[in-house]
T-cell receptor, first 108, second 112 residues
Framework: GQNIDQPTEMTATEGAIVQINCTYQTSGFNGLFWYQQHAGEAPTFLSYNVLDGLEEKGRFSSFLSRSKGYSYLLLKELQMKDSASYLCAPRGYQKVTFGTGTKLQVIP | SQTIHQWPATLVQPVGSPLSLECTVEGTSNPNLYWYRQAAGRGLQLLFYSVGIGQISSEVPQNLSASRPQDRQFILSSKKLLLSDSGFYLC???????????FGPGTRLTVT
């Protein structure tokens, strides 16, 4: 089975940096996704890590440590529009399991 | 480019009524297709996935069923809805040899 743990809520200030952590236990690990979901909308793809290390994509970066079952999403230069839920989703054989997500509130 | 459609966008149905939600994908062939449900304040729960026509894997035993009558069409059904079936239903697709899943706009179902 799969077990995913990430903080329920976080608050950060506009312009700041925030790190959202995720730990997971999964069988047949085959990569890890991060998705962004605004309230009432469908999730949108942010990043995919399959190897250890940091993947940078503009203001967003994602890190993976397979041996530790750990990932984080780093958001820089926060904007108000970044207020959303961020879903950690490890991929096993043929399917992806989504965590309950971290609701990030960006304040002025 | 690929697009994914879902309809209807919102639905209010009485308990015991049937359900049919449709999802279609354009611009790709032989996609993997998925149905998820997200209850209020909860995470995404995988309901069904399909790797090809007529091939359906069920993740959660319940009163829902899925069918894939055509390569790019995925249908979620129920014969009799329960109150607990209320939620946000999302269809997603992923391509052969790719990993990320792309979601449709979702259907918000309220069972009364």
């Amino acid at each position: 089975g799969q077990n995913i743990d990430q903080p329920t809520e976080m608050t950060a200030t506009e312009g700041a940096i925030v790190q959202i952590n995720c730990t997971y236990q999964t069988s047949g690990f085959n990569g890890l996704f991060w998705y962004q979901q605004h309230a009432g909308e469908a999730p949108t793809f942010l990043s995919y890590n399959v190897l250890d290390g940091l993947e940078e994509k503009g203001r967003f970066s994602s890190f993976l440590s397979r041996s530790k079952g750990y990932s984080y999403l780093l958001l820089k230069e926060l904007q108000m529009k970044d207020s959303a839920s961020y879903l950690c989703a490890p991929r096993g054989y043929q399917k992806v399991t989504f965590g309950t997500g971290t609701k990030l509130q960006v304040i002025p | 480019s690929q697009t994914i459609h879902q309809w209807p966008a919102t639905l209010v149905q009485p308990v015991g009524s049937p359900l049919s939600l449709e999802c279609t994908v354009e611009g790709t062939s032989n996609p993997n297709l998925y149905w998820y449900r997200q209850a209020a304040g909860r995470g995404l729960q995988l309901l069904f996935y399909s790797v090809g026509i007529g091939q359906i894997s069920s993740e959660v035993p319940q009163n829902l069923s899925a069918s894939r009558p055509q390569d790019r069409q995925f249908i979620l059904s129920s014969k009799k809805l329960l109150l607990s079936d209320s939620g946000f239903y999302l269809c997603a697709w992923s391509g052969e040899g790719t990993n990320e899943q792309y979601f449709g706009p979702g259907t918000r179902l309220t069972v009364t």
